[in-house]
């Protein structure tokens, strides 16, 4: 109970703090404007006429490659450049609750700009029938897409007080585990490898489990598949903050 | 009531700290000395749970800081060196947040922070956002955060480190005021602080503990204690050679018309001084017994100990 509030308490402070900058902003423009720009104008969303978001949900894992890094990278980097990391730390509240509070609130933050996409949904609603549960699929996928990313950029910001350097690192650990199953790839890899070992490595990526949601199939797999990235993910910050501790 | 029991920090092969230990009770407020490196900031840190001790501990009360941190970080207040603060929130929004954090709600957290900005006099910057603040005000927002529990234990890393006199004054005043409820650690290397303020102190030199005691015990350590400090209107080229012969003197140190002779024995110095001034029938214009200067202290049981590359 005690430990619950404390991860809210952590987490409002996280997510106003998103508001309070201009960060925020610009970062739910941005993302409006590259998601809508991608769906409408790359992939044709009104040409093909179909009442389908199949080409809206396509390019999630790109943009969020982008942008995710960019609203993780503060979460522990800046705690750690300023010094309230031993403000926080030293409050009577476990590494854990700042944690936990700290991700969530950027997750919710993620959320909210995931959210703002709905208009989307009156298009597809003016284009056609749309399949009510593709389309709540493609977004559970996707904020839970979100989530694993950013846990990967939790654990980079943890690493160091550069946000830069998270940034860069968060893109690029994302980056290897979401093309490790995306198909051009896995196809140029299945020409040599065997089919076990492009499965398996295939299995760690982000996008197969993505793929599987976008087509409205909640298969419990895929969300173990994505809470198990992220809990991994956030362990592995514990550990890396203990260590500076220890250090 | 706190004690530090055998506390070491160390990276690597380098020793920051080295088996420290001290105690204080409640109502003491104890001066933490050192140069710059010394280890004082790591001690601290590792005192309010911020670093984990590479061995010993720090108990709070009975609560041990390495076994149950936040029973322990309950009764702490912490004022970390150079104050860090959230830049974009404003006083009342860190310090509400803060309440909440020390598990207060409603009402009492509305009367806490209230509590906060008038204890710390931060009516003027109630709405303005952290990162605007001038360093004084930084100072007392963070101390505001740091007493707003009523702790036990009181830990101040500076506190008034970079500040003008008046709110040095105005600082050392609210610490003397708290004293009484609590135990209080302040570090400094400002040595008049420690007579300003502290009812005892500790110095620490290259991570280890190298004195402990009341201020006037610290100055008994110094070579000038118990010296003898004569200014004369008529100083000849042979006072000093004169008073260098004298049994119970040491060796003389002249400056101008002031002489200073450092005692052999001290219980006779001062009447043998006066005695052979009357007789020499020398112009006094002042003779006195000096009683030690920290910063004196301070330099012999430090010298050499500055290592300002470690924490």
Same mark, same amino acid.
């Given at each position: 109970?005690?430990?619950?509030?404390?991860?809210?308490?952590?987490?409002?402070?996280?997510?106003?703090?998103?508001?309070?900058?201009?960060?925020?902003?610009?970062?739910?423009?941005?993302?409006?404007?590259?998601?809508?720009?991608?769906?409408?104008?790359?992939?044709?969303?009104?040409?093909?006429?179909?009442?389908?978001?199949?080409?809206?949900?396509?390019?999630?894992?790109?943009?969020?490659?982008?942008?995710?890094?960019?609203?993780?990278?503060?979460?522990?980097?800046?705690?750690?450049?300023?010094?309230?990391?031993?403000?926080?730390?030293?409050?009577?509240?476990?590494?854990?609750?700042?944690?936990?509070?700290?991700?969530?609130?950027?997750?919710?933050?993620?959320?909210?700009?995931?959210?703002?996409?709905?208009?989307?949904?009156?298009?597809?609603?003016?284009?056609?029938?749309?399949?009510?549960?593709?389309?709540?699929?493609?977004?559970?996928?996707?904020?839970?897409?979100?989530?694993?990313?950013?846990?990967?950029?939790?654990?980079?910001?943890?690493?160091?007080?550069?946000?830069?350097?998270?940034?860069?690192?968060?893109?690029?650990?994302?980056?290897?585990?979401?093309?490790?199953?995306?198909?051009?790839?896995?196809?140029?890899?299945?020409?040599?490898?065997?089919?076990?070992?492009?499965?398996?490595?295939?299995?760690?990526?982000?996008?197969?489990?993505?793929?599987?949601?976008?087509?409205?199939?909640?298969?419990?797999?895929?969300?173990?598949?994505?809470?198990?990235?992220?809990?991994?993910?956030?362990?592995?910050?514990?550990?890396?903050?203990?260590?500076?501790?220890?250090? | 009531?706190?004690?530090?029991?055998?506390?070491?920090?160390?990276?690597?092969?380098?020793?920051?700290?080295?088996?420290?230990?001290?105690?204080?009770?409640?109502?003491?407020?104890?001066?933490?000395?050192?140069?710059?490196?010394?280890?004082?900031?790591?001690?601290?840190?590792?005192?309010?749970?911020?670093?984990?001790?590479?061995?010993?501990?720090?108990?709070?009360?009975?609560?041990?800081?390495?076994?149950?941190?936040?029973?322990?970080?309950?009764?702490?207040?912490?004022?970390?060196?150079?104050?860090?603060?959230?830049?974009?929130?404003?006083?009342?929004?860190?310090?509400?947040?803060?309440?909440?954090?020390?598990?207060?709600?409603?009402?009492?957290?509305?009367?806490?922070?209230?509590?906060?900005?008038?204890?710390?006099?931060?009516?003027?910057?109630?709405?303005?956002?952290?990162?605007?603040?001038?360093?004084?005000?930084?100072?007392?927002?963070?101390? +505001?955060? $740091?007493?707003?529990?009523?702790? &036990? @234990?009181?830990?101040?890393?500076?506190?008034?480190?970079? =500040? #003008?006199?008046?709110?040095?004054?105005?600082?050392?005043?609210?610490?003397?005021?708290?004293?009484?409820?609590?135990?209080?650690?302040?570090?400094?290397?400002?040595?008049?602080?420690?007579?300003?303020?502290?009812?005892?102190?500790?110095?620490?030199?290259?991570?280890?503990?190298?004195?402990?005691?009341?201020?006037?015990?610290?100055?008994?350590?110094?070579?000038?204690?118990?010296?003898?400090?004569?200014?004369?209107?008529?100083?000849?080229?042979?006072?000093?050679?004169?008073?260098?012969?004298?049994?119970?003197?040491?060796?003389?140190?002249?400056?101008?018309?002031?002489?200073?002779?450092?005692?052999?024995?001290?219980?006779?110095?001062?009447?043998?001084?006066? +005695?052979? $001034?009357?007789?020499?029938?020398? &112009? @006094?214009?002042?003779?006195?017994?000096?009683?030690?200067? =920290? #910063?004196?202290?301070?330099?012999?049981?430090?010298?050499?100990?500055?290592?300002?590359?470690?924490?």
């Amino acid at each position: 109970m005690e430990g619950l509030h404390n991860i809210v308490v952590i987490g409002k402070r996280e997510l106003k703090s998103y508001f309070e900058s201009p960060v925020a902003y610009v970062f739910m423009v941005v993302f409006l404007l590259l998601v809508g720009f991608l769906t409408f104008f790359v992939s044709g969303f009104y040409e093909a006429r179909q009442a389908d978001l199949r080409p809206f949900f396509f390019w999630h894992p790109w943009v969020y490659l982008l942008l995710v890094p960019a609203a993780s990278m503060r979460l522990w980097a800046e705690e750690r450049r300023t010094g309230t990391i031993e403000l926080l730390l030293t409050m009577p509240i476990t590494m854990v609750q700042s944690i936990l509070g700290k991700f969530f609130a950027a997750w919710i933050f993620l959320i909210m700009a995931l959210a703002l996409t709905f208009p989307i949904i009156i298009s597809t609603v003016h284009l056609g029938t749309p399949d009510a549960g593709a389309i709540a699929g493609g977004y559970i996928g996707s904020a839970l897409l979100a989530g694993t990313y950013l846990a990967v950029g939790t654990l980079t910001s943890a690493m160091t007080r550069n946000q830069v350097i998270s940034f860069v690192l968060a893109l690029v650990f994302c980056f290897v585990l979401l093309i490790a199953g995306w198909q051009p790839f896995t196809s140029i890899f299945a020409m040599w490898a065997p089919e076990w070992l492009v499965s398996g490595i295939a299995a760690f990526s982000f996008m197969p489990h993505f793929e599987s949601l976008q087509r409205g199939v909640i298969d419990l797999r895929d969300i173990v598949y994505y809470a198990s990235v992220m809990i991994f993910m956030l362990a592995a910050t514990h550990i890396v903050l203990d260590g500076r501790k220890g250090g | 009531m706190l004690e530090v029991k055998n506390i070491s920090k160390s990276y690597g092969p380098i020793d920051a700290v080295k088996d420290v230990s001290f105690s204080a009770d409640q109502g003491e407020i104890l001066g933490f000395l050192g140069p710059n490196g010394a280890g004082k900031s790591t001690t601290m840190r590792m005192i309010t749970g911020f670093l984990t001790p590479s061995a010993g501990t720090a108990i709070v009360n009975g609560h041990d800081i390495t076994v149950a941190p936040v029973a322990a970080k309950k009764l702490i207040g912490y004022l970390p060196e150079n104050a860090p603060l959230y830049a974009e929130m404003t006083t009342t929004t860190f310090l509400r947040f803060v309440a909440e954090l020390r598990g207060y709600s409603g009402r009492v957290r509305d009367q806490k922070v209230e509590e906060g900005i008038s204890r710390c006099q931060l009516e003027s910057v109630r709405r303005q956002p952290l990162g605007t603040l001038s360093k004084g005000f930084k100072q007392r927002v963070c101390m +505001a955060q $740091a007493i707003m529990h009523d702790p &036990k @234990v009181l830990i101040m890393d500076e506190p008034t480190d970079g =500040l #003008d006199p008046n709110q040095k004054h105005v600082v050392r005043n609210m610490i003397r005021d708290m004293a009484a409820s609590m135990t209080i650690v302040v570090s400094t290397h400002i040595l008049e602080e420690v007579d300003a303020i502290c009812t005892r102190a500790i110095i620490i030199s290259a991570g280890q503990l190298v004195a402990n005691g009341t201020p006037d015990e610290l100055r008994r350590k110094s070579s000038l204690h118990g010296a003898v400090e004569l200014t004369l209107s008529d100083a000849s080229s042979d006072t000093a050679d004169s008073l260098r012969a004298l049994p119970s003197a040491d060796r003389v140190e002249t400056e101008r018309s002031r002489y200073i002779v450092y005692p052999g024995n001290q219980e006779t110095l001062y009447s043998e001084v006066s +005695a052979m $001034a009357r007789d020499k029938e020398w &112009k @006094v214009t002042g003779l006195r017994t000096l009683d030690g200067r =920290l #910063d004196d202290v301070f330099k012999q049981l430090t010298v050499g100990g500055d290592f300002s590359n470690v924490g």
